[in-house]
């Protein structure tokens, strides 16, 4: 209850009301490092924004403004200010491809060297006989086009998903099998996504840089994606 009551507070302190919104031409300005506005303002008016939609897009489309920006691409990602964004950006909607598509979009723009952000969703297997109980299938992403359809147990998101743990990988070409769909990736972290015991897919995120991705990311990742999971139907998506 106290935690519920704190948030309420944290939510109102954090208003942002229509008529500051004119003021600010209905952008919610990048997020710079150190920059007191940042944490004050990005995450709620995003959520603000999401409320005025119909009204913001017609402003937008006689300015130029884009819809909302969130903060710049950071080599070490505030997560507890992502998981804020997350919050505002998934609120209201719980369908798994928009919110899947808004994810990969927070996670591509918001942390630096990234080449592919995004998930593969399971899906009925095509290697049946070879006892493979699903593929993993190409959901919402953020980079160059990539492999469709990659068979359970294969490469490092097949791996993460067989055994239903965090990848991190920090040199792709030292990892047995692994798939390269963009030849410019170096290292990758895959995290599975399980709902309930069940295992839905895998969220593959991949960087040109060696070892790009450490423990703290990790913990961070796997938060913002419990939240993704948690705000999210997985509605009749094949699970294993
Ligand atoms: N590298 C992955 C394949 C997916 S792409 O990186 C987007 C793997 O080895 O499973």
């Known amino acids: 209850m106290a935690n519920k009551a704190l948030a309420t507070r944290q939510r109102m302190r954090h208003r942002v009301e229509p008529s500051q919104l004119a003021t600010r031409h209905h952008v919610a300005r990048p ?36 819809m909302f920006e969130t903060s710049a691409a950071s080599d ?27 994810f990969s979009a927070l996670i591509f723009n918001s942390i630096s060297d ?18 493979r109980p699903c593929d993993l299938l190409l959901g919402a992403f953020q980079g160059k086009v990539a492999c469709v359809r ?4 294969r490469g490092v998101c097949g791996s ?17 099998g692994h798939i390269a769909c963009d030849s410019a990736s ?10 309930d015991g069940k295992l839905y897919g895998v969220l593959d995120i991949d ?17 913002m994606l419990a939240a993704f999971i948690a705000a999210t139907d997985f509605g009749s998506l094949p699970s294993v």
């Open 76 to 102: 070490k990602p505030d997560y507890d200010l992502l998981n804020k964004q997350l919050a505002s950006i998934l609120e209201g909607e719980r369908a798994l491809m928009t919110n899947a598509a808004q």
């Open 160 to 176: 993460a998903a067989q055994e239903r743990k965090t990848f991190l990988v920090p040199d792709v070409h030292a990892f047995p």
């Open 114 to 131: 990234l080449n592919w952000a995004g998930f593969y969703f399971c899906s009925e297997a095509r290697t049946a006989d070879q006892g």
């Open 207 to 223: 960087s040109p840089r060696l070892a790009r991705f450490n423990a703290e990311d990790q913990a961070g990742l796997e938060s």
């Open 150 to 153: 990659i068979p359970f147990g």
């Open 31 to 66: 997020a710079q490092k150190n920059h007191p506005a940042a944490t004050r303002l990005v995450p709620t008016t995003v959520g603000k924004l999401t409320a005025l939609l119909t009204g913001f897009h017609s402003t937008s489309s006689t300015t130029g403004t884009p």
């Open 186 to 195: 170096n290292s990758e972290i895959v995290i599975p996504i399980i709902k």
